[in-house]
């Protein structure tokens, strides 16, 4: 019966493509050890080859070696050939089960990398799924998390237990008579899914209803069928918001419902980090709430994530990523300079017509960035934007800071530190966006004129 179960599970998930290599993690214990046993039962129909996985987390001494002895003889016993690897998760503080679980999944990646493997099944069951999103109720998750734990993974991870429940499968084992291992660790009223697994959900069972754990697991399959629905429309919001650091327009995400608007922030912290770890809900509207206060500044310090607003930008972006050191490069000569994000070109005023390919990628109004080459000569300096800086762009009264002028046009901050400007003997003659130098501007009578143009990809970005 259990076999027929986990063959439409398969089947109705589209587990396993046709004559897939499959990696079996096996940790030794009753779920894992009767998933290797239906799969390899099963692998002769299905088409598809197995290899045995196992990770020893080395916590538990001779018993986790124990551990990983018997899933490599119950490998040989099979036939199938079996990777045992240890990855020491030490014990600090941190959160033990979290750490161990991300040890493990790249374990499975580097596994599938190294041995061509097209799938990796985990021995999750339905017992599993109703203990995690009861879990994740408790600790007060959003709709997505209700999804608990998904049959199939983006990364390549299935779950064809996950029908059944624990009771199933140690009758099964029983049944055809094989033996499996029991891990202490289990038992350790420590981690808050023993506690559920061995008090919680036995008393909801006894005094709520007996069919609890299929309801909460049916919740699950609600939750990630309702995620696939609301993906597409979180990735349309997301067109060009970027991977890495993340700028979302707070007037667009105002607009939005609150349930896109959420999905939303929680997907671009994910991108910002490269992960949700240690993110809630609470979290999310944390920044939804600093996405409508006026005024238009402040910053949060997320886990892993600094989350600053600018106007009406948000800027979400990893723990790692740093603003720009100061930095300068000289000009000898015309040419491209910073890594072709600046060119400078001089040129007869007459004979000065630029391709349309060209003008397009120019940010601003031709005259804001034509110099006069009898007053401005090289060498020149390219250099990015200093606390005090000052000039008198062309049109301006008045010599002004440049940061009165970022406020004026509303340059969010995060921009400002790499800000690029071409100076001379000290003094500045050009600015993105502000043009040139009023002293140093070529004017109607001028033939000679030094061309500043911002072009290819930093003239886009400067734009975002």
């Not at 750490?99 to 596994?111: K, L």
């Not at 061995?198 to 909460?216: I, K, S, Y």
């Not at 006069?372 to 000052?390: C, E, K, T």
């Amino acid at each position: 019966m259990l076999q027929q179960l986990v063959a439409g599970t398969l089947s109705r998930f589209h587990m396993l493509p046709p004559d897939a290599r499959v990696g079996v993690a096996d940790s030794g214990g009753a779920d894992s050890v009767c998933l290797l046993h239906l799969l390899h039962r099963l692998a002769p129909d299905l088409g598809i080859s197995l290899h045995v996985l196992h990770l020893d987390h080395c916590l538990r001494g001779e018993e986790s070696c124990a551990d990983a002895q018997f899933v490599a003889g119950t490998a040989g016993d099979l036939g199938l050939p079996c990777t045992v690897e240890q990855r020491l998760v030490a014990e600090d503080g941190g959160n033990l089960e979290e750490d161990a679980r991300h040890a493990r999944h790249d374990f499975f990646h580097r596994m599938m990398q190294a041995h061509g493997l097209q799938r990796v099944a985990t021995g999750h069951t339905l017992s599993d799924q109703a203990e995690t999103v009861l879990f994740r109720i408790l600790r007060g998750s959003g709709p997505g998390g209700l999804a608990g734990i998904l049959p199939v993974t983006a990364e390549g991870l299935v779950r064809p237990l996950i029908e059944a429940g624990r009771d199933e499968v140690r009758q099964w084992l029983q049944s055809e008579g094989i033996h499996w291992r029991e891990d202490s660790s289990n038992l350790d009223a420590r981690f808050a899914r023993n506690r559920i697994r061995h008090e919680l959900l036995p008393e909801m069972l006894r005094h709520v209803h007996p069919g609890a754990a299929q309801a909460l697991a049916r919740l699950a399959s609600i939750a990630g069928e309702e995620e696939d629905y609301w993906r597409p429309l979180v990735a349309t919001e997301l067109a060009g918001a970027g991977e890495g650091p993340v700028v979302l327009e707070t007037g667009s995400l105002g607009f939005l419902h609150p349930a896109l608007a959420r999905r939303v922030v929680r997907e671009a912290l994910r991108r910002a980090a490269g992960s949700l770890r240690g993110v809630s809900l609470e979290h999310v509207e944390a920044v939804l709430a600093l996405a409508r206060q006026q005024p238009g500044r402040g910053r949060l310090a997320l886990p892993g994530i600094t989350v600053q607003r600018s106007f009406n930008w948000l800027r979400l972006a990893g723990a790692g990523d740093l603003p720009p050191a100061d930095w300068q490069i000289s000009l000898s000569g015309p040419g491209p300079a910073g890594a072709g994000a600046v060119r400078l070109e001089v040129t007869e005023k007459q004979t000065l017509s630029l391709p349309e390919p060209e003008r397009s990628d120019s940010l601003y109004n031709e005259v804001s960035h034509r110099l006069d080459a009898r007053v401005v000569s090289f060498p020149l300096l390219l250099r990015n934007w200093r606390a005090g800086d000052s000039y008198q762009p062309l049109g301006r009264l008045r010599p002004v800071k440049l940061k009165e002028m970022f406020h004026e046009a509303r340059v969010p901050s995060w921009k400002r530190a790499g800000w690029p400007m071409v100076v001379w003997k000290d003094r500045i003659v050009w600015s993105r966006k502000f043009g040139v130098a009023a002293w140093a501007a070529a004017g109607a009578e001028c033939r000679s004129v030094l061309c500043v143009r911002e072009v290819g990809e930093a003239a886009a970005a400067s734009e975002r």
